[in-house]
């Protein structure tokens, strides 16, 4: 809840009023961003067809990061658009200072759009003495003055659960899954590739109307290191298509590749929602049987990276459009019907 200024159905200014989260319009839709991602941001100001936010965003010699809104934010309905990617730390700090500066600045609702919520792998208490980072993150958003979270694709549903203010969470799936439709995999299988990826790998085989696998990955220590061990189901002769929800070493990506040649498949595309590529990722995509890997802009691909199997879709429409319902008060979920 939040106090604000908003427009009845009839039009008429409603001045100060005790605003819920079912609220209509609020007065004017402003978009700002940090560091990490701004072209996305600019790409989403483009759709919604509004000038991007002005805001100084920067570290002083002594590290401290500050911001400074650079216009009037009073009563309007504020998005701050803010991937949690490298350098995670200082992206998370820069979208909890601006978040707070906009809450000082008497902002009537805000949003923060984290296209990619970093920390989400640290989302249970799995091993004895560890943090659960993600509701962490979750707890800091909400301290710091969030009304609302919009994302797309966190690592479990469930850290939707650990916020008390309402999250909008989308799905890149529809975006990447129309691009592989649109180029006509020959005898194609889906192919998950561990098992809590499952879910979402389903709903891509419906989608291409095509048949599931499942890759039983195993994860060894905290170090980063995956081991993919079998394939269940029939992927011989076919055309291999993974799904999940980031990259970050490519260790998962590139064994469940290395295992899918290994049992006979012609070909093997993959798609990602994330783009972590860490350390040696991108060399070792390119140095494995995969064709092409597509993934989307909800983190920045840096040049260097880009080899030519990697191809980068905008999530720009799909979070344009969410911000323009979410500020009208209209149904999201309609979205992806
Ligand atoms: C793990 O549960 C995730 O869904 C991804 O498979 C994982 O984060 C990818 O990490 P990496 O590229 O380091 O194997």
Redesign the pocket.
């Known amino acids: 809840m939040c106090i604000g200024r908003a427009r009845s159905e009839a039009g008429e200014e409603r001045q100060d009023q005790v605003i819920g989260d079912d609220m209509g319009a609020f007065d004017e839709l402003k978009v700002f961003c940090g560091n990490a991602n701004p072209k996305l941001a600019q790409s989403v100001c483009d759709y919604l067809n509004i000038p991007i936010g002005k805001a100084d965003v920067f570290k002083f010699s002594n590290d401290n990061t500050f911001v400074r809104i650079l216009e009037n934010i009073r009563q309007r309905d504020v998005f701050i658009i803010q991937s949690t990617c490298t350098p995670v730390n200082d992206n998370l700090m820069e979208l909890l200072i601006l978040i707070d500066a906009a809450k000082r600045a008497s902002a009537g609702r805000i949003t923060a759009v984290v296209p990619y919520y970093g920390y989400g792998?640290t989302d249970k208490k799995d091993q004895p003495r560890v943090p659960i980072t993600a509701r962490l993150v979750a707890d800091l958003l909400t301290a710091a003055g969030a009304n609302r979270l919009l994302t797309i694709d966190l690592?479990a549903g469930q850290i939707q659960g650990f916020f008390n203010i309402p999250v909008d969470e989308l799905t890149a799936l529809t975006t990447l899954g129309r691009y592989f439709q649109d180029k006509g995999l020959d005898d194609p299988v889906v192919v998950a590739?561990?098992t809590?990826?499952t879910k979402r790998a389903r709903d891509m085989a419906e989608q291409l109307q095509c048949p599931l696998a499942i890759i039983e990955k195993r994860r060894i220590g905290n170090d980063?290191h995956?081991e993919s061990l079998n394939v269940i189901g029939d992927v011989e002769g076919m055309t291999a298509l993974t799904f999940?929800?980031?990259?970050?070493?490519?260790?998962?990506?590139t064994s469940a590749a290395w295992a899918l040649a290994e049992r006979g498949v012609k070909e093997v595309y993959a798609c990602v929602t994330h783009p972590i590529l860490s350390n040696q990722?991108a060399s070792r995509v390119a140095e494995s049987p995969l064709t092409e890997l597509v993934v989307t802009d909800t983190i920045p691909v840096p040049e260097n990276k880009r080899n030519g199997k990697i191809n980068v879709l905008s999530v720009a429409p799909l979070l344009g459009e969410a911000i323009r319902r979410i500020h009208e008060g209209q149904s999201v979920g309609e979205m992806f019907k």
């Open positions: 792998r690592h590739v561990d809590g990826i980063d995956a999940d929800d980031e990259v970050s070493t490519g260790g998962s990506l990722a």
